[in-house]
């Protein structure tokens, strides 16, 4: 157990619908990285906060959004939903912005019909 | 643009045997390369990783080689066992405070292996 929390753990929806994702990282953790992993594109990087300010965006659609929270817990909003955004969503946290060890939630299976 | 390249896909090993699994980085910034696990319906959990002011580094059964003239580094399972079937991924990202920028992992697209009684 990586101490990063995911909730839900299955999510289904239809297309064109919105959900929402929550993360919360080890007790201590400032820096929250979310990242996609589908089949074909493997595990891509999203977007980061650190300290509840973001940091860094990666392969991340206008129609998704993040936000990090004063108690630390992220949330991933995912809009417009299409058949392509099904994929496992992992959160990850670290201490800070200096070190890299990233310690990785269950995931997140978003289905969408 | 693929700046983390992984080799093999998949890898069948017998028990007891060796599993190399390589990767090969393009962006000469990277200075931190983790090596993660990821078992089917988890996360993947960081395992071992190396800065590349070091050309090894051993814990356990696992070790990471790393050519930093060559952009390469790989990973080492000794005595492969049936519980170490799972994908595995590389990673790169840069360790080095520069003031600025995230610290986000590059991934190797990974290899599953699968080591056989």
């Known amino acids: 157990d990586s101490g990063v929390t995911q909730t839900p753990k299955h999510l289904i929806t239809a297309t064109g619908q919105r959900v929402t994702l929550r993360c919360s990282p080890r007790?201590?953790?400032?820096?929250v990285y979310w990242y996609q992993q589908s089949l074909d594109q493997g595990l891509q990087f999203l977007i980061q906060?650190?300290?509840?300010?973001?940091?860094a965006k990666g392969n991340i659609l206008e129609r998704f959004s993040a936000q990090q929270f004063p108690d630390l817990h992220s949330e991933l909003n995912l809009s417009s939903l299409e058949l392509g955004d099904s994929a496992l969503y992992f959160c990850?946290?670290?201490?800070?912005?200096?070190?890299?060890?990233?310690?990785f939630g269950p995931g997140t299976r978003l289905t969408v019909l | 643009q693929q700046q983390v390249k992984q080799s093999p896909q998949s890898l069948i090993v017998q028990k007891g045997g060796i599993s190399i699994i390589n990767c090969a980085y393009e962006?000469?910034?990277?200075?931190?390369f983790p090596w993660y696990q990821q078992f089917p319906g988890k996360g993947p959990a960081l395992l071992i990783a190396?800065?590349?002011?070091?050309s090894e580094k051993k814990e356990g059964r696992f070790t990471i080689s790393f050519n930093k003239s060559a952009k390469q580094f790989s990973l080492h399972i000794m005595d492969s066992q049936p519980g170490d079937s799972a994908t595995y991924f590389c990673?790169?990202?840069?360790?080095?405070?520069?003031?600025?920028?995230?610290?986000?992992?590059?991934f190797g697209k990974g290899t599953k292996l699968s080591v056989i009684p």
């Open positions: 962006n000469t910034a990277f200075d931190y």
């Open positions: 990673a790169a990202s840069k360790m080095r405070y520069s003031g600025a920028g995230s610290y986000q992992l590059t």
């Open positions: 007790s201590g953790d400032l820096s």
């Open positions: 906060y650190y300290n509840g300010e973001e940091r």
């Open positions: 190396i800065r590349p002011d070091v």
């Open positions: 990850a946290s670290s201490v800070g912005l200096r070190e890299n060890e990233q310690f």
